[in-house]
């Protein structure tokens, strides 16, 4: 079960498509939670969750005091279940249509169109098994996507090590959950 932690929709219960995605563990998303906590910058955040899956990540920043999430999967039936998800989460916080926003396109092609829109927490949790040369172009697109100061939270196997960041982003730290390793990148 999946389930939106803390916030004003702390609880709730999110649909998790049968196949093609790996959730993020409630374990994990605690220990993001709070240190996105600790660093002040999830009120009034704008956030991009890339290969969103159930919108866990995305919906528990809006649950907490994000202003607005732009979930992006680029598989339909993830999509539908992203959009029943971001209704449960809006109708429970009475927020406006616009706080929520579900793009159904691959990563690539949503990051490689123009937007004047600017990110303030960036989650990536792509599948495990795509490669590194493909999460570094995703990461080399999102740089003129990013706000001054944004926060960027990869998410990948502990199994593949530190990941090739593009020139304009640096890590700042990595940790290990068992399979899983969360790495924070900062622009510079």
Request: proline share 7%.
């Given at each position: 079960m999946t389930r939106?932690?803390?916030?004003?929709?702390?609880?709730?219960?999110?649909k998790v498509p049968k196949s093609g995605t790996r959730p993020t563990s409630d374990r994990v998303r605690e220990a993001i939670f709070s240190a996105l906590e600790a660093r002040d910058v999830i009120e009034g955040a704008r956030v991009l969750d890339?290969?969103?899956g159930s919108g866990a990540l995305a919906l528990e920043a809006l649950s907490r005091g994000a202003v607005s999430v732009t979930m992006v999967?680029?598989?339909p039936q993830?999509?539908?279940?992203?959009?029943?998800?971001?209704?449960l989460i809006r109708n429970a916080g009475k927020l406006d249509a616009l706080a929520t926003r579900v793009v159904i396109a691959s990563v690539a092609s949503y990051l490689g169109n123009p937007s004047s829109e600017l990110f303030d927490?960036?989650?990536i949790d792509p599948?495990?098994?795509?490669?590194?040369?493909e999460v570094t172009h995703a990461l080399?697109?999102?740089?003129?996507?990013?706000?001054?100061?944004a926060e960027v939270v990869l998410e990948r196997?502990?199994?593949?090590?530190?990941?090739?960041?593009?020139?304009?982003l640096e890590l700042d730290k990595s940790k290990a959950y068992g399979e899983t390793t969360i790495h924070w990148i900062s622009a510079v």
């Open positions: 939106i932690i803390a916030g004003f929709a702390g609880s709730r219960e999110l890339l290969f969103a999967e680029k598989n993830a999509g539908a279940l992203l959009r029943t998800n971001a209704d927490i960036v989650f599948p495990y098994e795509l490669s590194e040369e080399e697109l999102l740089i003129p996507h990013l706000a001054e100061d196997s502990t199994r593949t090590g530190r990941p090739s960041l593009p020139a304009g």
